[in-house]
Structure formats: structure tokens, C-alpha cells
């Protein structure tokens, strides 16, 4: 594992710099399913899944520090993370030079600065990721969702998907050595994936939503029902965090 992600860093370092964003996402897919194959993670698509728009912000509950891997295993992404992760060992600058976007907890220069960052890529074409939960959350519960970001569809005009993401064990439960909660550090993560039972990600894509003329907190409530639809648990009412007007 350690050889490949060595590996990925020498060619963001070396290759990204040089070639265009449809070479890039071919790189990110490739590794990406090489990187779930070391860890024993099988992905596949629900059977009743949507199909995944090419150009859209996708938005999606976060489970684990596999969810972007996951999720660039078949439709690469440009991620917005929290801040947290770029700190990870290896990972994190890796990450980063995939293109991913960290924010900072409670930062708003880095909100305005990092918003328009994202209006210009979804204008530009690109396909746009976060977790709108903000942190991750057992399997089984979906947390509030913050509405802030929502904001970037709405000026940028584009469609949201919501992307409901879920790992289970061979017996079709929930996979006990994923969740990535509470005093858990990412080398404990890592290494529980490691010498666990084979895991299966799916992704199920739900029908998109048009963020014209929309509002945020309105964009956000309908994404959260859906996502808590598709991973089968009930909708709490009012799925916002407190302070995201």
C-alpha cells in the first residue's frame, strides 16, 4: 500500500502538471481502484442507481477516509474535504494533488475563497464533490447537512446529485472495521481495513436536483431526504445544521 501511494504522489508530482483534466481523472480512476483492490474493497453500483450526470455537484453522507477513493473508482471528482485531512500521512498531499479542496472548520475567508473556487469549476464544466454532513458519521445515521455550499450550485446553474454511499460485509451488514468515528486515528483506520474481511462499497447516484432559482437551505433539506432514502433510514426532520441559513 505504502509502495502505491509513493507511487501516485511521483506521477501527481511529475504527469499531472503536464496533461489535462480527462488524462488526470484516467490516473485518478486507475489508482484509485488499485489503492480498493490492496485494502480488499470491491465497488459497484446499486442496481436502481441513477446515472451519474458528468457535469453536476455531487453531494454524499461520508462514512470513511475511503469515500473519495470510492467514488473516484468510477466518476472522478473534484473534492471539497475538511482541513483535517490534508494532515494525513502520504494521503493527504496525495489528495490534495488529485485535486481536492480543503477548508478549514469555522473559517469564513476560507469559505468566500474556496465558494468562488467552486462556482468557477462548475461553470467550467467540472464535476464537484462534497460531504455536506462535514464530518463523518457511523453507518446507519445520516448527520444535519450544512447549506452553506449549496450556494456554488445555485450561482454556477448546475444540476446536484445526491450519492448515497454505504459498505457492507459478506453477509450484507454493515461493515464493522469502516466506520471512521470518534478517537479513531487514520493509521488505526487503515490498518483495520487491512486485516478485515473483504468489504463491498456501493454507490447508488439519486435523481438530480435543479439548483436554478433554488435556495440553499431548501437544496440541501431535499438532498439530505434523498441520501437518508437511499441508504434506507428515515429522514429526521429539519436535516440542517442549526447555523447553515
Not at 57 to 83: E, G, T
Not at 190 to 219: F, Q
Request: proline share 6%.
Amino acid at each position: 500500500m505504502v509502495v502505491h501511494v509513493l507511487y501516485g504522489m511521483a506521477v501527481c508530482a511529475t504527469v499531472f502538471p503536464w496533461i489535462g483534466m480527462e488524462a488526470r481523472n484516467r490516473h485518478i480512476r486507475r489508482w484509485s481502484r488499485t489503492l480498493l483492490g490492496i485494502c480488499n474493497v470491491t465497488v459497484e453500483m446499486a442496481p436502481d442507481s441513477a446515472t451519474p450526470l458528468e457535469h453536476a455537484m455531487i453531494v454524499a453522507n461520508h462514512v470513511s477516509w475511503l469515500d473519495i477513493f470510492v467514488v473516484d473508482a468510477l466518476y472522478p471528482c473534484r473534492f471539497v474535504a475538511k482541513a483535517e485531512i490534508r494532515a494525513w500521512p502520504l494521503a493527504g498531499w496525495l489528495a490534495e494533488k488529485a485535486g481536492t479542496v480543503f477548508i478549514a472548520r469555522g473559517s469564513k475567508r476560507d469559505l468566500r475563497n474556496i465558494f468562488k473556487g467552486l462556482v468557477h469549476s462548475l461553470q467550467a464544466g467540472e464535476r464537484v464533490a462534497f460531504f455536506p454532513e462535514g464530518t463523518t458519521a457511523p453507518q446507519g445515521s445520516l448527520l444535519p447537512f450544512h447549506a452553506n455550499l449549496f450556494e456554488a450550485a445555485v450561482d454556477a446553474k448546475v444540476l446536484v446529485q445526491p450519492l448515497a454511499l454505504s459498505y457492507s460485509d459478506a453477509a450484507g451488514g454493515h461493515h464493522p472495521n469502516v466506520d471512521f468515528i470518534g478517537e479513531t486515528t487514520f493509521a488505526e483506520s487503515v490498518l483495520a481495513i487491512l486485516r478485515g474481511t473483504p468489504v463491498r462499497a456501493r454507490l447508488k447516484y439519486l435523481p438530480a436536483m435543479d439548483a436554478t432559482g433554488g435556495h440553499r437551505r431548501e437544496l440541501a433539506q431535499a438532498a439530505h431526504d434523498a441520501v437518508a432514502a437511499g441508504l434506507g433510514i428515515a429522514a429526521e426532520p429539519g436535516g440542517l445544521r442549526p447555523h447553515a441559513a
